[in-house]
């Protein structure tokens, strides 16, 4: 069992940054995949990245590579989203997910769910 906690969302201008953190209690969190989604109101939840569980492999949504990079620190059970260059399709509630399954793209794959946070882009 996972609980997941994301924070760090905000406004921010276009071409600005943001760091997205997600807090998971439990002992267990070095054995998921983490992954970042994101859902814009009336349109389907969208991923954004995912990294496996020790932190050596990462794999991102074409429309953010380059831009946001994702990362873990198993130490502190905690996975962050850092997100350079916003642009105006960026605007989102962002969840952080927990998966077994290692580079998975699919929302149905993941298991354990944020709250989820709000990004806002002002152009």
């Known amino acids: 069992q996972v609980q997941l906690v994301e924070s760090g969302g905000g406004l921010v201008q276009a071409g600005g940054s943001l760091r997205l953190s997600c807090a998971a209690s439990?002992?267990?969190?070095?054995?998921?995949?983490m992954g970042w989604f994101r859902q814009a109101p009336g349109k389907e939840r969208e991923f954004v990245a995912t990294?496996?569980?020790?932190?050596?492999?990462?794999k991102y949504a074409d429309v953010v590579k380059g831009r946001f990079t994702i990362s873990r620190d198993n130490a502190e059970n905690t996975v962050s989203l850092k997100m350079n260059n916003l642009k105006p399709e960026d605007p989102a509630v962002y969840y952080c997910?927990?998966?077994?399954?290692?580079?998975?793209?699919?929302?149905?794959?993941?298991?354990?769910w944020g709250q989820g946070t709000q990004v806002t882009v002002s152009s």
């Open positions: 997910a927990a998966t077994v399954i290692l580079g998975s793209s699919y929302y149905e794959q993941y298991n354990y």
């Open positions: 439990g002992r267990t969190f070095s054995r998921y995949a």
């Open positions: 990294i496996n569980m020790s932190g050596s492999s990462t």
